[in-house]
T-cell receptor, first 113, second 109 residues
């Protein structure tokens, strides 16, 4: 079993839909949970992160962490064609002072007008 | 703030040539990283530097060397490029959260 599992998609939704992107993990030592957005031919851009468990909201984006189920989610409300990208989840915990994250493979999202 | 800056953005090499990819960060982060990203493989860690003066191997270090020149700069060197090193290379820096550069697209013919 991979340490972080993420469905590669593609996930295709109509504009305005609520999008749910998810990752599962196996390492209970993870403390930081991140979501990155990567447009084609660009670098990963940090969208949001949470420390430990709980929810975090930023505009149309909400990140949730359920440590008991080892499951994290990113919700996008009122999705737009400009949200079309690959979304990477990442998780980390302290290892000798360096937080080396473990990344999911990414989910490709397509929002069509 | 520029964040993480990588140069060059694109490079074409012939097999056996050498080159150095440069990375600089202005966020005063202690840790810096080099990844490669290939289709279907996700991000794979090549080397990292937890702090100035230290470097460690990641998942795929063979064929690469790194230098942590100072706190700001972390370079990746290919001594004798091979076609298998054709990839997109990303540098990142972090406190607890990683921030990435725009990437270098490398083709080895």
């Amino acid at each position: 079993q991979k340490e972080v599992e993420q469905d590669p998609g593609p996930l295709s939704v109509p504009e305005g839909a609520i999008v749910s992107l998810n990752c599962t993990y196996s390492n209970s030592a993870f403390q930081y949970f991140m979501w990155y957005r990567q447009y084609s031919r660009k670098g990963p851009e940090l969208l949001m992160y949470t420390y430990s468990s709980g929810n975090k909201e930023d505009g149309r984006f909400t990140a949730q962490v359920d440590k008991s189920s080892k499951y994290i989610s990113l919700f996008i409300r009122d999705s737009q064609p400009s949200d079309s990208a690959t979304y990477l989840c990442a998780m980390s915990g302290s290892s000798g002072g360096s937080y080396i994250p473990t990344f999911g493979r990414g989910t490709s999202l397509i929002v069509h007008p | 703030n520029a964040g993480v800056t990588q140069t060059p953005k694109f490079q074409v090499l012939k097999t056996g040539q050498s080159m150095t990819l440069q990375c600089a960060q202005d966020m005063n982060h202690n840790s810096m990283y080099w990844y490669r990203q290939d289709p279907g493989m996700g991000l794979r860690l090549i080397y990292y530097s937890a702090s100035e003066g230290t470097t460690d191997k990641g998942e795929v270090p063979n064929g690469y060397n790194v230098s942590r020149l100072n706190k700001r700069e972390f370079s990746l060197r290919l001594e004798s490029a091979a076609p298998s090193q054709t990839s997109v290379y990303f540098c990142a820096s972090s406190d607890n959260i990683q921030y990435f550069g725009a990437g270098t697209r490398l083709s080895v013919l």
